[in-house]
């Protein structure tokens, strides 16, 4: 056969099911032999960067890898993005990518670009393969990288000479990865040790990372929370690990986390973070972050253990595997006699979110709350929905005011905070889940640089519904413009609904075959919510028209203490009056 059609035969080995792309010249000998195959689904979008977050999404909501494909030079520079995202968030996916024949490596012929050298810094890995015998090799290993040890993108990039020359197709191929060996089971002694610091520390906190839900260890987590009885903060890439409703659930801490999960991790003796990385929206200053705690550092990635923040307790090996472990020392510890008593951490854990709930100040009159739409969309679409957010305003309200209860239910950029990410990335996790609700939040702003993945959907029968909170403005660009400029709004009106409608997004949904629905009192919300929830045979696309000068609350300002976070325009929690 050919190198394309056994690249084709490698792909269905490796059980892919659904393949985002869009091809090109190079690229064109593998989409040959991809239209005959049975197993491989293809779905044709409008531009790679969607393909990319379309595999991302479908990878996030199936847990298998999301696979994107583009041709050379500006198809494949058009993944890059994505793949960063992709990296940031370890979301395990692979990149295949033509290149232009062998003999012109080098020579700046047409469409070629490094990519293999472009994306060196923002893959897992990445290879060239110019020799037809060695894709099934190639496919095989990077699907093997991706998805085990610490997930993340994987590029394989083919010249065009070796899709069309003659090969023989062997399978399975023997992997050989000298220094690529991820560490799964913990060690015995750091769990111990760091069961001993759970049942005598005072004030302990257990800071769930993404890296959890990717190693799909809720149960665990959730049997590690109830027999220590310690609060559990769920970052941004967690939500979800532990149900929002959870007693011991205190939200997300970070920039523009609750009052509590910031304070109790400020104030904390005990930090065990559990895959998460101490990211500098969750530290704030990292010189003045839980000072007096000591850490306990669980990650796969061995790089991540004390590169921010020093580890008293360095422990490598899978969420799933370390949760488990650490359940049955705390357990033994426990039956030895050793318990903490936490009942006056919960006094002022449960004070501090009893005084400091998220909440809003409402709208001004007539006009439509963009926090309120965002909790209605939660509570009527219910949390076995998905929910996928772009960057900004509305991401930030979608992690506070959506209740999520469940795994894999919301999807978002955290890392890289990539604009556009919702559109695409939720057609994919539609399109690799089908029978689910799923819903794109977006700002008006990220919605105009993907919404053309809508002809993707309407065309593939990926009926996703988005909610486009239309506050005319690049609304958390506005609201840093209102803090920290003096309220000088140096380009960030969009003229999406004060004033003018360019576009009309309603019109736009039309046009794209979809339905589009707009609501502008807050009397409509829940009806036009409603109405969306009926339409299931296309993709529907809500205008929210919003009042722009809503903040996200709380607040920590960037690159200051979190002991600074702040529950409204110049107003600190006042943790001394609560005391007295
Ligand atoms: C690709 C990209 N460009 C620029 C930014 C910087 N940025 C972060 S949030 C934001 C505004 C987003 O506006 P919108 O989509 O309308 O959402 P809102 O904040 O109003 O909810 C911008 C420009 C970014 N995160 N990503």
């Not at 990292?286 to 669980?298: C, E, G, I, N, Q």
């Not at 690049?474 to 000088?488: A, P, S």
Request: aromatic content about 6%; proline content about 6%; glycine content about 8%.
């Amino acid at each position: 056969m050919t190198g394309a059609q056994s690249l084709v035969r490698a792909l269905e080995s490796v059980g892919v099911e659904t393949v985002f792309g869009i091809p090109g010249g190079a690229i064109l000998p593998l989409y040959d032999p991809l239209m005959d195959s049975e197993k491989i689904r293809h779905i044709l979008v409008r531009h790679e960067q969607g393909a990319g977050h379309a595999a991302e999404g479908y990878a996030q909501a199936t847990g298998r890898v999301g696979v994107c494909m583009a041709t050379s030079g500006p198809g494949a520079t058009n993944l890059v993005t994505a793949i960063a995202d992709a990296y940031m968030d370890s979301v395990p996916i692979v990149a295949i990518t033509g290149q232009v024949n062998s003999k012109l490596i080098g020579t700046d012929g047409f469409q070629e670009a490094d990519i293999v050298g472009i994306t060196m810094p923002i893959t897992k890995h990445n290879m060239l393969v110019t020799d037809a015998a060695e894709i099934p090799r190639a496919v095989a290993e990077a699907f093997h990288i991706a998805s085990t040890g610490r997930p993340g993108p994987v590029l394989v990039d083919v010249s065009k000479d070796a899709l069309q020359a003659q090969t023989t197709f062997s399978w399975p191929p023997k992997l050989d990865l000298p220094g690529y060996r991820a560490v799964t089971r913990p060690h015995n002694k750091q769990i111990r040790e760091a069961a001993r610091l759970l049942t005598t520390s005072e004030r302990p906190v257990l800071y769930v990372g993404g890296g959890v839900l990717k190693a799909h260890a809720s149960p665990e987590l959730l049997r590690l929370a109830e027999e220590t009885g310690a609060p559990v903060v769920t970052t941004l890439m967690a939500l979800g690990a532990l149900p929002d409703s959870h007693p011991q659930n205190l939200g997300m801490p970070g920039m523009h986390g609750t009052v509590a999960a910031v304070t109790a991790l400020q104030k904390a003796d005990l930090i065990v973070s559990l895959a998460a990385r101490f990211d500098d929206r969750v530290t704030g200053n990292l010189d003045s972050f839980a000072p007096h705690a000591k850490v306990v550092h669980a990650d796969i990635d061995p790089a991540e253990i004390g590169k921010n923040r020093i580890a008293d307790v360095p422990i490598v090996g899978d969420a799933k595997e370390v949760l488990a472990e650490l359940v049955l020392a705390v357990e033994a510890e426990h039956k030895a006699g050793h318990r903490a008593d936490l009942s006056t951490w919960w006094t002022q854990l449960d004070g501090w979110r009893e005084t400091y709930p998220l909440g809003h100040t409402p709208a001004p009159e007539g006009e439509v709350s963009p926090q309120d739409v965002i909790s209605r969309i939660g509570a009527i679409s219910g949390p076995e929905s998905i929910y996928v957010a772009g960057v900004g305003q509305h991401q930030m309200w979608a992690a506070q005011f959506i209740q999520y209860e469940n795994p894999h239910t919301w999807i978002n950029s955290g890392g890289l905070g990539t604009m556009g990410f919702a559109v695409p990335a939720a057609m994919g996790a539609k399109a690799g889940a089908p029978d689910t609700v799923v819903w794109a939040i977006d700002g008006d702003g990220c919605f105009q640089m993907t919404n053309q993945e809508l002809a993707t959907c309407v065309i593939n029968q990926i009926p996703i519904k988005v909610a486009v909170i239309n506050n005319s403005s690049l609304g958390m660009v506005r609201q840093w413009q209102n803090l920290f400029y003096n309220g000088r709004f140096s380009n960030t009106d969009l003229h999406t609904s004060v004033g003018s409608r360019i576009p009309d997004f309603v019109k736009l949904a039309e046009a794209y075959g979809c339905v589009g629905l707009r609501c502008e009192s807050p009397e409509d919300v829940d009806a036009t919510i409603k109405k969306a929830m009926e339409i299931n045979d296309v993709p529907v696309v809500i205008d929210f028209v919003v009042h722009r000068d809503a903040m996200v609350w709380p607040m920590v300002p960037a690159g200051v203490s979190n002991d600074a976070i702040q529950i409204a325009r110049d107003t600190a929690p006042d943790f001394e009056e609560r005391e007295n």
